[in-house]
């Protein structure tokens, strides 16, 4: 993968949370701008625990540019629908 292209899913804004996908198909997402590092040739993927309100990663990985095969945006849960009565 360019780099530039995971530089530009990181600095969008406002931000989506996305899914990188690895070519032996391993998976890791990204939540938050500050849990992904971009160098020329990998990446630091911080590693927190599955609460979305966690702003603080608890370990790392650095992955390979090359090994990088899709990046997806993540569903991000919808808003509670209004009935119209309140």
Partial sequence: MDPQE???AVRR???TP????????STYD???PEFCMVG?????????PLDE??????HSVTLDL?????IEPLETPAPPKS????
């Fill in 13 to 15: 804004r406002p931000f």
């Fill in 40 to 48: 020329r040739r990998s990446a630091i993927i911080g590693l927190a």
């Fill in 30 to 32: 990204v939540r938050h």
């Fill in 83 to 86: 009935n119209g009565s309140g």
């Fill in 53 to 58: 309100t966690q702003q603080l990663f608890d």
């Fill in 18 to 25: 996305f899914r990188l996908t690895l070519t032996e198909g």
């Fill in 66 to 70: 090359l090994h990088i095969v899709k």
């Fill in 6 to 8: 995971l530089v530009g």
